[in-house]
């Protein structure tokens, strides 16, 4: 088996389910992963579904995110387009959210992978086409051009009090009106 050092903020290109075989096991505290946006129409169906994927490793969904892309929902008339997209945020028992080497297989066009250089986080990134990680990887080397985009996108999702302070403090309480 390999050592983590060969893998770590790297995109590889490969089949997910090979590449994480080579992987030493226990070494990843968090993986991110959605369905592949390419379904590959013209060769019939998903590169590999996601569930049937998850089935196969050791990995334990912490959260499904579902994620509202906003398009348009029968864009050639046809048939309907999927206008979520379903995030999975998985874990290896309880996750430690103090230490993250975040993997990402389907790897997509880096984004998850900018952000974490930008933030000084590890990441592992997997995906079976070449032309994605191509695209991941020049990203990465041109990572500060969005530095600017990625803090504004923090700002807008920073938490200053947890629900148990907002409860504690009155500012989250049900009030039930009798009558109209």
Known sequence: MKDIKEFLNKVICGDVLKVLKEIPADSIDLGITSPPYNKKEKHGGWLVPTMEWLTKTKWNIWQEIIWNRKIAGN?????????????????????????????????????????AKLLGKHYIGIDISPDYTAYAEKRLMEAEKEKYRVLKEISLHTTELTFEERKKRGMWSIKIKHGR
Do not use: A
């Open 75 to 115: 864009i050639r008339g046809w048939r309907f387009w999927q206008v979520e997209e379903r995030i999975y945020w998985l874990v290896k028992g309880k996750p430690k959210l103090t230490s993250i080497w975040e993997m990402r297989p389907f790897c997509g066009t880096g984004t998850t992978f900018v952000s």
